[in-house]
């Protein structure tokens, strides 16, 4: 196909690029430089080729132990790859990245200089074959691992081929491709040759964005100069000011008037909720124990997989150490152990497993939305055979990862400082989960548990550890405390078993020599949780950051999972967001998106909106989104189609790993779930508008909201708002720029 766009031509030596770009206030002052180097690699549409380039990018990347991230960050020449690093086979041509951000400028030619010299170093020593084997066991893994998205997952992959001239069944030969692959490797030299042939050149592109102060005041004259010319060029159009005004006026009015017309959808094909079964199959499970651990047992065809879910229940944990929760899982994976470097536990997880994983879990009682249970969540999967490995690396790694070794506080720094270094970034990719999270903080029990250790107030903890100098005790002691809370906590454990009917008396064996050999019973902790958390409405909470952009949440308390009234709310979420918040907020307010949701199991419903230039106008429509929905006359088609949007996410599939797993985590039975089915299915007009009434109108005094962006000038604490500094920058901007960026966005 000759219309297949390539990338330019590297292939007359190094090129540079360097760009101006915003502060990060999370990095220090003389570290604020990203920079990258990248390589075009082959033809895509050899699939061989293209296999091998990724498996090589892995081997050079992935991990603690690989060769760049020992070269570049355990160097110190900055904290984090930066969002590029890696192979990209999506193009024509493949693309080989490596980069890093919070670089300081004396280091920036040093870490193209640490790539070259890492390459050739790989290149003279050579691959080693066990982490070529274990890479290739996740992937005839991950082809194992039956999930409910397995078919779109194989379009999306292979669409970007498609679409360059890949041959589909090449590229759906998975086997034929490891084989060729493996017998490539056997000759000798095969990834090496690759590496020589498209890395030990100087045929790059270096990208450098080097921090600028007037970053944010630049890009806004630039917008500014940008809607000047366009305003010009409408007024040549049309002859004059006056007229390109007019007739824009005319058009803008035009579309108004259509956004407010109710569209006729009787014409497109639609299921309907007389299809859907008032009834839904049982996923079977049997409970049993074992050592005196509740153990949930989901027999199911599983390709030859077993997987692990275990969760290691907390009473009252104090506060001071469940910030430290999402670390102590950081640094599980990252320490090592006094007989096991990080990188040999890393080649057998990937050897011997599909992957563990540790975690902090919350939640909420379906009865209750005051009692939430806390604790840590320990996961994980492999073949039948190997399960005995699994168990063995999760005891390891709990039990003995060192916090007292010569290389603990030096890899913790590593951690923090990554976890600092792309704070802003995080929040700028979902700004409205945050500013969400800190809503139902004020409102919920686990809305406030998920804020320490998820949040806002997660990333501020991180930034104020990544700012000292060095890991003392008072950081050590707290990750120490929570792993001799879990050692000790078998009494609080609750364990869920997914495997094949033939491998369960393996699997009971294997897991019981697992929980007699890792933990005890000398904890006094309780399974059951009361919240005795203490909860501050943040009835209007300005959080100033560095962005052109806002994010905002609202959250508003409502009634347990299992109480009747709940239904008609989760009905009433799809009506508000896709009849008039979609509207109001996104084709008129000029945001990327917004809407309502319902969150049944903790008790919340909320509202957000992201990417927004106009927070004020957002700010109005929730003010009076309640009386909206009391006042509207639903038609039958609306309450239709919001039902089929609830039942299309409540009967979705599900991959056979989380079968059973809602029971597990949350205690939600099999009768729970239908008798709210039922409830869902026979809301009615009546009920939806009884539920406005009562939880959004009547119910607003009880609200929590938070908005995320730069301080203006309706941000007044005589309004009621309350600013939370949280040392990212922010600040105030003019009403200058803010009329700047509202006229940009609508054009």
Request: with cysteine.
């Amino acid at each position: 196909d000759s219309d297949i766009k390539v990338p330019e031509s590297l292939d007359n030596g190094p090129r540079y690029i360097t760009v101006k770009g915003p502060l990060d206030p999370l990095n220090p002052a003389d570290s604020q430089f990203k920079t990258s180097v990248t390589w075009l690699m082959g033809d895509t549409s050899n699939v061989l080729e293209n296999f091998s380039l990724s498996i090589i990018s892995s081997l050079l990347m992935d991990g603690y132990g690989s060769p760049l991230y020992r070269n570049l960050i355990e160097a110190g020449l900055g904290p984090d790859f930066s969002p590029n690093t890696g192979f990209d086979g999506s193009g024509k041509r493949g693309v080989f990245s490596v980069g890093l951000n919070g670089v300081k400028q004396e280091n920036v030619p040093k870490v193209k200089e640490a790539v070259m010299e890492t390459l050739r170093q790989v290149r003279e020593k050579g691959f080693d074959q066990s982490k070529i084997d274990g890479i290739l066991h996740q992937l005839e893994l991950s082809l194992k691992h039956k999930t409910a998205n397995f078919g779109m997952s194989i379009i999306q992959r292979l669409k970007p081929g498609w679409f360059n001239g890949v041959d589909v069944f090449d590229a759906l030969a998975w086997q034929q491709t490891v084989d060729t692959f493996k017998a490539e490797c056997a000759k000798g030299g095969y990834l090496e040759g690759l590496l020589e042939k498209y890395l030990l050149n100087d045929n790059t592109l270096t990208f450098t964005m080097e921090p600028s102060a007037t970053y944010g005041e630049d890009l806004l004259a630039e917008e500014a100069q940008r809607l000047a010319s366009k305003k010009a060029e409408a007024e040549k159009m049309y002859g004059s000011k006056q007229e390109a005004y007019d007739q824009l006026k005319k058009r803008e009015l035009e579309l108004v008037e259509q956004q407010m017309q109710e569209q006729d959808l009787s014409c497109l094909p639609s299921v309907h909720v007389k299809d859907i079964p008032r009834t839904k199959p049982i996923t079977e499970t049997r409970q049993g124990s074992l050592n005196n651990v509740q153990v949930q047992w989901r027999e199911a065809p599983t390709n030859g997989l077993t997987y692990f879910r275990a969760l290691s229940i907390f009473k009252d944990l104090p506060t001071e150490l469940r910030t430290f929760v999402p670390l102590f899982c950081d640094a599980l994976m990252r320490i090592g152990t006094k007989t096991k470097s990080m990188e040999e536990i890393e080649d057998l997880i990937k050897l011997k497993t599909g992957g563990v994983s540790f975690g902090y879990h919350a939640c909420t009682s379906p009865t209750d939305t005051k009692v939430c249970e806390e604790g840590l969540s320990l996961s994980g999967f492999a073949l039948d055979q190997n399960i005995p490995a699994m168990y063995d690396l999760v005891r390891t790694i709990v039990l003995e990862t060192d916090f007292d070794g010569p290389k603990a506080r030096a890899s913790l720094h590593e951690l923090v400082q990554s976890a600092a270094s792309g704070g802003v970034d995080t929040i700028a990719e979902s700004g409205h989960a945050y500013a969400r999270r800190v809503a139902e903080a004020g409102i919920s029990p686990h809305g406030s548990l998920l804020e320490q250790t998820g949040g806002i107030s997660q990333i501020k903890h991180m930034v104020s550890l990544a700012s000292l100098s060095e890991i003392g005790d008072d950081i050590i002691q707290p990750l120490k405390a929570i792993q001799q809370l879990i050692a000790a906590n078998l009494s609080n454990m609750r364990v869920a078993i997914t495997c094949g009917a033939e491998s369960t008396s393996i699997n009971e064996a294997a897991l019981e020599g697992f929980l007699s050999s890792t933990f005890s019973s000398s904890s006094e902790l309780s399974s059951r949780t009361q919240s005795g958390l203490t909860l501050t409405r943040n009835a209007k909470s300005f959080y100033p950051l560095p962005y052109q952009v806002y994010y905002s949440g609202l959250a508003l308390p409502t009634v347990s999972y299992t109480d009747s009234s709940g239904a008609p709310l989760a009905v009433l979420a799809q009506l508000l967001t896709h009849k008039h918040l979609h509207r109001e907020i996104r084709e008129r307010g000029g945001a990327y998106g917004g809407g309502a949701y319902s969150r049944a199991l903790d008790g919340v419903f909320g509202f957000y909106s992201y990417r927004d230039p106009n927070p004020e106008n957002t700010i109005k429509v929730l003010d009076q989104v309640g009386q909206w929905a009391v006042d509207r006359k639903w038609s039958d088609r609306d309450l239709e189609d919001a039902k089929l949007s609830v039942f299309q996410a409540l009967d979705a599939p599900r991959s056979v790993s989380e079968e059973g797993m809602t029971r597990f985590v949350s205690g939600v039975t099999p009768d729970m779930e239908q008798t709210r089915r039922q409830q869902l299915l026979d809301v009615t007009q009546e009920q939806v508008r009884d539920a406005a009434e009562r939880f959004l109108v009547k119910g607003m005094s009880n609200s929590s909201m938070a908005v995320l962006g730069a301080r203006k000038s309706f941000v007044d604490e005589a309004q009621g708002w309350k600013v939370q500094e949280i040392g990212l920058g922010g600040g105030a901007a003019s009403e200058a720029e803010a009329e700047a960026e509202v006229a940009t966005a609508a054009v």
